[in-house]
């Protein structure tokens, strides 16, 4: 006998489970490797998108954008307001006639040392609600506080106006220098020489 007689011998009592072609486990072999394939490729998708908001949550140093109500002009008002990490931050809001306006601000703190920070999102949200003087271009001067609104016009003496605010649990006192800027204190007014 031969060897090629032993092979057919020896593999004679092996039969395969179904008829498959050499073409028929080509094909099937290379769609298990597709879906593995789409698998694999949904996998980075789905990583790549979580991966991009990480991204851009990490660009915007962890910024949170929220709506929140502040007083503006006297009204208190829906606001989107983002703080940005770093001591500064951006609002925006529909005005009365249906515009957006938009802002942004920020500032940093000293110590007695000289040690510079920036401000916290507390910090600025109670500057965002402080009181604010506004030179309209009729020539009158406007006070806004919380819910009030105060013309001081015929208020101010040498350019120096004092007003005292109080919005039921904190009482303010504002001194405002005509186009120069405010003091505001929960104490007492400031003098004129608090401007130089």
């Given at each position: 006998?031969?060897?090629?007689?032993?092979?057919?011998?020896?593999?004679?009592?092996?039969?395969?489970?179904?008829?498959?072609?050499?073409?028929?486990?080509?094909?099937?072999?290379?769609?298990?490797?597709?879906?593995?394939?789409?698998?694999?490729?949904?996998?980075?998708?789905?990583?790549?998108?979580?991966?991009?908001?990480v991204t851009a949550y990490a660009a915007n140093v962890g910024g949170i954008q929220r709506t929140i109500q502040l007083w503006i002009h006297g009204d208190q008002t829906d606001v989107n307001f983002e703080y940005?990490?770093?001591?500064?931050?951006?609002?925006?809001?529909q005005k009365e006639d249906g515009t957006l306006?938009?802002?942004?601000?920020?500032?940093?703190?000293?110590?007695?040392?000289?040690?510079?920070?920036?401000?916290?999102?507390?910090?600025?949200?109670?500057?965002?609600?402080?009181p604010e003087v506004e030179y309209k271009e009729d020539g009158t001067v406007w006070l806004y506080y919380r819910d009030q609104k105060m013309e001081i016009t015929d208020r101010f003496q040498d350019d120096i106006c004092y007003v005292k605010l109080s919005d039921g649990e904190k009482t303010l006192y504002m001194t405002i220098k005509y186009q120069n800027g405010c003091c505001i204190s929960p104490y007492?007014?400031?003098g004129p020489d608090a401007f130089n």
């Amino acid at each position: 006998m031969t060897n090629k007689e032993k092979y057919k011998q020896a593999f004679s009592v092996l039969h395969p489970s179904g008829k498959l072609s050499l073409e028929e486990e080509y094909i099937m072999l290379n769609s298990k490797k597709a879906k593995f394939r789409t698998a694999i490729a949904a996998a980075a998708a789905c990583l790549l998108l979580a991966g991009g908001s990480v991204t851009a949550y990490a660009a915007n140093v962890g910024g949170i954008q929220r709506t929140i109500q502040l007083w503006i002009h006297g009204d208190q008002t829906d606001v989107n307001f983002e703080y940005n990490g770093e001591g500064s931050y951006n609002i925006s809001y529909q005005k009365e006639d249906g515009t957006l306006a938009e802002l942004g601000g920020g500032g940093i703190a000293v110590d007695a040392n000289g040690n510079e920070r920036p401000l916290t999102e507390q910090e600025l949200l109670e500057e965002l609600n402080s009181p604010e003087v506004e030179y309209k271009e009729d020539g009158t001067v406007w006070l806004y506080y919380r819910d009030q609104k105060m013309e001081i016009t015929d208020r101010f003496q040498d350019d120096i106006c004092y007003v005292k605010l109080s919005d039921g649990e904190k009482t303010l006192y504002m001194t405002i220098k005509y186009q120069n800027g405010c003091c505001i204190s929960p104490y007492k007014y400031e003098g004129p020489d608090a401007f130089n």
